[in-house]
């Protein structure tokens, strides 16, 4: 019912910045919460940042003050902004988003930061 599409991945060294995107589209009633996780190879699927409908955000603490989560609701989209990345930043970033009929979740998109 819902398709999840991410993309504004790639390869930057350290202290650098990129800008992921996450657009919804489909038969959505009401979209809630959109989020980004993140998953290292060998690592658990951990919570990035969140932002709900009204706009409250929450963010994990290793990524505090470095990367800023927004939304636009008109478009459907959910995006990060991410700067001063670090090599322990690697990992392939996924959007979640929470509709009233349920979960969704993209395909995932892959930031390398280089030492």
């Known amino acids: 019912q819902v398709h999840v599409v991410e993309s504004g991945g790639g390869l930057v060294q350290s202290g650098g910045s990129l800008r992921l995107s996450c657009a919804a589209s489909?038969?959505?009633?009401?979209?809630?919460?959109m989020g980004w996780y993140r998953q290292a190879p060998g690592k658990q699927r951990d919570l990035v940042a969140v932002i709900s409908s009204t706009g409250r955000t929450n963010y994990a603490d290793s990524v505090k003050g470095r990367f800023t989560i927004s939304r636009d609701n008109t478009k459907k989209s959910v995006y990060l902004q991410m700067n001063s990345l670090r090599p322990e930043d690697t990992a392939v970033y996924y959007c979640q988003v929470r509709e009233l009929t349920g979960d969704y979740w993209g395909q995932g998109t892959q930031v390398t930061v280089s030492s």
């Open positions: 489909g038969k959505i009633w009401r979209l809630n919460d």
